[in-house]
């Protein structure tokens, strides 16, 4: 049976982790943070002079970034934890705690609205469009992305991140938001060969591994250790053993990379394209407001 939209929010809420934009710990974590960074980098470049909302908005990092171009801008989350460190590291902006069914904002309020990486959490998302589209000034543009369930699912499948609730093909994706806006344009996120092969190499280890999980005892007793932990260890330890139960340090061995290091990669090394949806990385939902 599937948990009711309360549960789901209560538990994003309450266990969902911090996207840190200055650690990592693979490549695979690196990568992670290009992608969302670009997809931010293209609202920026979007939001000059505009009134913004990020919904969504983790612990505000890309919320920063808008900041430099927008008239004004506003982060919202559902994560107290979150809008904390986000507080604490952006104190100039304005951050408010939502309660994940309506947002505290005025009709026609905004000129462009992101929600990056946020659908996929939603488990009643026509109340979740239908708030965006009420706070959403007509004309104005809601910028949307999900990760992409042709490289990551089986059809039918459900997701393998415990935090997500369904997962999109692009098809699927246009479908279920062009009841909500007048016109929708889906784009995929691409890189260069190395980068590319990185995030999908992460998604088809995940994938083979949800294909085959291991027997129920030995499950068992990675849930049972993952408790004790939760109750035992502070959050950032607790965050890199969720990454490594699933998969993505990739014998990494927990360092930090250096800064050479990351430097091979930059934002530069991604493009977003309108064809070959089913191979991106990552797609993007361009939405225009009537």
Same mark, same amino acid.
């Given at each position: #049976?599937?948990?009711?939209?309360?549960?789901?929010?209560? #538990?994003?809420?309450?266990?969902?982790?911090?996207?840190?934009?200055d650690?990592f710990?693979?490549?695979?974590?690196?990568?992670?943070?290009? #992608?969302?960074?670009?997809a931010?980098?293209?609202?920026?470049?979007?939001?000059?002079?505009?009134?913004?909302?990020?919904?969504?908005?983790n612990?505000?990092?890309?919320?920063?970034?808008i !900041?430099?171009?927008?008239?004004?801008?506003?982060?919202?989350?559902?994560?107290?934890?979150?809008?904390?460190?986000?507080?604490? $590291?952006?104190?100039?902006?304005?951050?408010? %705690?939502?309660?994940?069914?309506?947002?505290?904002?005025?009709?026609?309020?905004?000129?462009?609205?992101?929600?990056?990486?946020?659908?996929?959490?939603? !488990?009643d998302?026509?109340?979740?469009?239908?708030?965006i589209?009420?706070?959403?000034?007509?004309?104005?543009?809601?910028?949307?992305?999900?990760?992409?369930?042709?490289?990551?699912?089986?059809?039918?499948?459900?997701?393998?991140? %415990?935090?997500?609730?369904?997962?999109?093909?692009?098809?699927?994706?246009?479908?279920?938001?062009?009841?909500?806006?007048? %016109?929708?344009?889906?784009?995929?996120?691409?890189?260069?060969?190395?980068?590319?092969?990185?995030?999908?190499g992460?998604?088809?280890?995940?994938?083979?591994?949800?294909?085959?999980?291991?027997?129920?005892? $030995?499950?068992?007793?990675?849930?049972?250790?993952?408790?004790?932990?939760?109750? #035992?260890?502070?959050?950032?330890?607790?965050?890199?053993?969720?990454?490594?139960?699933?998969?993505?340090?990739?014998?990494?061995?927990? %360092?930090?990379?250096?800064?050479?290091?990351?430097?091979?990669?930059?934002?530069?090394?991604?493009?977003?394209?309108?064809?070959?949806?089913?191979?991106?990385?990552?797609?993007?939902?361009?939405?225009?407001?009537?």
């Amino acid at each position: #049976m599937s948990a009711s939209p309360h549960a789901v929010i209560e #538990m994003q809420a309450n266990e969902h982790p911090l996207e840190y934009s200055d650690r990592f710990e693979s490549m695979e974590e690196y990568c992670l943070f290009l #992608m969302h960074l670009r997809a931010y980098e293209e609202a920026a470049q979007r939001s000059q002079g505009l009134n913004v909302l990020d919904f969504g908005c983790n612990n505000g990092y890309g919320t920063n970034l808008i !900041a430099g171009w927008a008239a004004s801008v506003f982060g919202c989350d559902v994560s107290e934890t979150a809008l904390a460190d986000a507080r604490r $590291r952006f104190p100039t902006i304005e951050f408010c %705690r939502i309660d994940g069914f309506s947002l505290p904002f005025a009709d026609d309020q905004f000129d462009l609205i992101t929600s990056f990486q946020v659908i996929e959490h939603i !488990a009643d998302t026509a109340s979740y469009l239908a708030e965006i589209k009420r706070v959403l000034r007509p004309g104005g543009t809601a910028l949307l992305t999900t990760p992409n369930a042709a490289i990551r699912l089986d059809p039918g499948m459900r997701p393998w991140n %415990r935090f997500h609730v369904r997962e999109y093909r692009a098809r699927e994706l246009h479908q279920v938001l062009q009841g909500a806006f007048v %016109r929708v344009d889906i784009r995929g996120l691409f890189a260069v060969e190395e980068l590319y092969q990185i995030e999908y190499g992460r998604c088809q280890k995940a994938l083979a591994l949800h294909r085959n999980p291991p027997p129920r005892a $030995r499950r068992g007793l990675a849930n049972r250790f993952a408790g004790v932990a939760k109750a #035992m260890l502070p959050a950032t330890a607790v965050h890199a053993l969720r990454r490594v139960r699933g998969g993505s340090l990739s014998g990494a061995g927990g %360092r930090v990379f250096d800064a050479p290091l990351l430097k091979r990669f930059s934002t530069r090394d991604l493009r977003y394209a309108s064809t070959d949806l089913d191979s991106a990385l990552d797609l993007m939902a361009i939405c225009a407001c009537g």
